[in-house]
């Protein structure tokens, strides 16, 4: 799941979708946390650049280790993901505007 795509673009709230099941996952990327039910890309740190952007592996040498890989991957199945509901919102308009409500009462 993209934060552009059906969100309000990073904003807490964004981190009260309700939980898969145990087995499955939302992919989201880099704004979310990489936590239970969430599988966010690897990220770079102070001693360590993990290239993350479809961009850097498509003008790029390719990935250099399992986790550069890992996010090629990701993105590539997120950029499917984007563009699927992209299709989808030319089609059906409630999902470019849908009716926002309370968490509590979607759990209902």
Known sequence: MSRHSCS??????????LMPPLD????????????QGFLAPYRSSRNRVVRYHMSQFN????????EELFNRRHASLRSVIERTFGVWKKKWRILSDFPRYDIDIQKE
């Open 8 to 17: 309000n673009h990073g904003k807490e709230s964004d981190y009260e979708f």
């Open 24 to 35: 499955k996952y939302y992919l989201v990327d880099s704004g979310y946390p990489n936590k």
């Open 59 to 66: 003008y790029g040498p390719p990935p250099k280790n399992k």
